[in-house]
């Protein structure tokens, strides 16, 4: 069994910094993209930012220069650095993965994506 687990959101006003955190665990053959999406109320779910299993970042345009996107490929996790946090940025945030999971003998099995449960973000003006 795969599982994301998320840390790091909170209350924070405009123009604060907070630092959000997803690790992977369970049995993970590999991960391929890692990803942040977040979902304000009544809005759809966005993506904020994709990283390759190389490092190499994308942003939604309402996120460059802000927030950046690292992961981590010893331990599995994958982390949001938000800084100039507005009242827009607002939402539940979601870490997600494509990941490859291994079967009882260790081998891979076909790519899933996998979804944390969500982490809340509130911005204070």
């Known amino acids: 069994q795969v599982q994301l687990v998320e840390s790091g959101g909170g209350l924070v006003q405009a123009g604060g910094s907070l630092r959000l955190s997803c690790a992977a665990s369970?049995?993970?053959?590999?991960?391929?993209?890692m990803a942040w999406y977040r979902q304000a109320p009544g809005k759809q779910r966005d993506v904020v930012a994709t990283?390759?299993?190389?490092?190499?970042?994308n942003y939604a345009d309402f996120v460059k220069g802000r927030f950046t996107i690292s992961r981590d490929n010893a331990k599995n996790t994958v982390s949001l650095q938000m800084n100039g946090l507005r009242p827009e940025d607002t939402a539940v945030y979601y870490c997600?993965?494509?990941?490859?999971?291994?079967?009882?003998?260790?081998?891979?099995?076909?790519?899933?994506?996998?979804w944390g449960q969500g982490t809340q973000v509130t911005v204070s003006s």
């Open positions: 997600n993965a494509n990941i490859l999971r291994s079967d009882v003998s260790g081998r891979p099995v076909r790519p899933m994506d996998y």
């Open positions: 369970g049995s993970i053959f590999s991960i391929n993209q």
């Open positions: 990283i390759t299993p190389g490092g190499r970042g």
